[in-house]
């Protein structure tokens, strides 16, 4: 018998823990959302900051620069097809899924709704990061970092010349180097962003004086998300350390076969603390502009989408 039968079939009184279905219209508009946020200032955002971590002793003019020199404006949008539109229309569908599970299951075992709900976007992230954003984020990076400049009559490799050689040279291992730092990032940033945003939220009731039952308007929401977002910026190293082992530039003294550890250390011991912290900025900037696509343009979609498929959204955003 399964722990949803058994929770179904509980004694007068006794709350039901309820399993919350993954409905198509919610996956279509989490895909919907994402792909609009990294193809408008999501990617160029995610350039920038990927940029100022793999070139530390960069000015963020430094940093622009660079970017510019690498195509123009198209500069700024390297690694968005395919990789960044894969990692945006499959990441949510994944964290779906796996948080829905995971959630279920914490709160069979006595977890509260915060708990639980923390726990769940926690398991969702890792499987994000091992699912799709491990190759995606590796492969944005790739693009972002290798040496491009058209003043030196380099014409760029294609994006899947870039992946194939990576897969001829290093296998699986090679399209997926650094997924273990995506997934800390990943598993700290969903777990900090729920915490926080809650916390944002119960502060703004207690100013408005509303209780716990009554909704936040789009402009509170998007405050406390914003906040959330914005303050999982914390950390930051994990980005940086991300980034480095990904990252196609030339250095002679960085370690071979690079670990999380290894990568730290060479980080800090030759940009001390504020080199674990390059590119903060972009990085807060980003966290702010996927807080409006998915609030301030989450309940215009959701009408869309219900339009569309006849099935009422109940994703959460």
Known sequence: MSAHQVMGTSAPGVQQIEKKPVKFSNLLLGAGLNMFEVTTLGQPLEVIKTTMAANRTDTFAGAMSRIWARGGILGYYQGLIPWAWIEASTKGAVLLFVASEAEYYAKTFGANNFVAGIGGGMVGGVAQAYATMGFCTCMKTVEITQHKLAAQGVKPQSTFKTFADIYRKEGIAGINKGVNAVAIRQTTNWGSRFGLSRLAESAIRRMTGKDEHEKLG????????????????????????????????????????????????????????????????????LGIWQTICMVAFGDIAKEAIEKLTGDKVTAKH
Not at 230 to 257: C, H, T
Not at 265 to 275: E, F, W
């Open 218 to 285: 789009s402009l509170e929401k998007i405050i406390a998300s914003g906040l959330g977002g914005g303050l999982s910026a914390w950390n930051q190293p994990i980005e940086v350390i991300r980034v480095e082992m990904q990252s196609k530039k030339d250095d002679p003294n960085r370690p071979k076969n690079l670990t999380v550890g290894k990568t730290f250390r060479y980080i800090y011991g030759n940009n001390g603390i504020k080199g674990l912290y390059r590119g903060v900025t972009p990085r807060i900037g």
